[in-house]
């Protein structure tokens, strides 16, 4: 079966530092990849998918990036934090069958940055 | 841009009473819906979607949405709620190819015994 870790779960920054979020999936391949962030009062923002290796689409101008260095892991990463990227970040995965709508998510990575 | 607004950001029911959350989304073409669930400590997970075909979609748990193209909503409903139904509830549109997906803001449900 397939599954999806992200790491770490909960981070505390200071703003100016650098950030690596790590989302791996399991048991599938080539997977579309996803990073999402909630905000506090906020829905869940698309920031990032990725069709495939080294293919990432931004969806909102921001301080943040993501990279696809291999088929089944997806980072979300910061030169520099700023106060406003404090957040819950998801990461989820769906298959290549269709337009399903069905993607599956990670446990979340809780980001403050102070 | 398409868009997804719920208007209820916290519910509070006690067990047996009927839910309803509302959904409304901003596109006016054809739209694929979704609710999805995020139960306390566990994954975000689908609940329900509309494709084409009857409006009245039935999902997990006793669940079902009403697709009403003349309003653009897609409300959730459930006769009777559970206190495991505490949850906070997503209602989704398709934006486009792979599978992206536009969320609303969300809708804290807290169901008391």
């Known amino acids: 079966s397939q599954t999806i870790h992200q790491w770490p779960a909960t981070l505390v920054q200071p703003v100016g530092s650098p950030l690596s979020l790590e989302c791996t999936v399991e048991?599938?391949?080539?997977?579309?990849l996803y990073w999402y962030r909630q905000a506090a009062g906020r829905g869940l923002q698309l920031l990032f998918y990725?069709?495939?290796?080294?293919?990432i689409s931004s969806e909102v101008p921001q301080n943040l990036s993501a990279s696809r260095p291999q088929d089944r892991q997806f980072i979300l990463s910061s030169k520099k934090l700023l106060l406003s990227d404090s957040g819950f970040y998801l990461c989820?995965?769906?298959?290549?069958?269709?337009?399903?709508?069905?993607?599956?998510f990670g446990e979340g990575s809780r980001l403050t940055v102070l | 841009a398409q868009s997804v607004s719920q208007h209820n950001h916290h519910v509070i029911l006690s067990e047996a009473a009927s839910l309803e959350l509302g959904c409304n989304y901003s596109?006016?073409?054809?739209?694929?819906l979704f609710w999805y669930v995020q139960y306390p400590g566990q994954h975000l997970q689908l609940l329900l979607k509309?494709?084409?075909?009857?409006?009245l979609v039935k999902g997990i748990k006793g669940f079902e949405a009403e697709f009403i193209k003349s309003k653009f909503s897609f409300n959730l409903r459930k006769p009777s709620v559970q206190w495991s139904d505490t949850a906070e509830y997503f209602c989704?549109?398709?934006?486009?190819?792979?599978?992206?997906?536009?969320f609303g803001a969300g809708t804290r449900l807290a169901v008391h015994p």
């Open positions: 509309y494709f084409s075909g009857d409006p």
């Open positions: 990725s069709v495939g290796i080294g293919q």
């Open positions: 989820a995965w769906s298959g290549l069958a269709g337009l399903s709508g069905e993607l599956f």
């Open positions: 989704a549109v398709l934006g486009g190819g792979y599978n992206k997906l536009i």
């Open positions: 048991g599938t391949s080539n997977p579309n």
């Open positions: 596109y006016g073409g054809t739209v694929n």
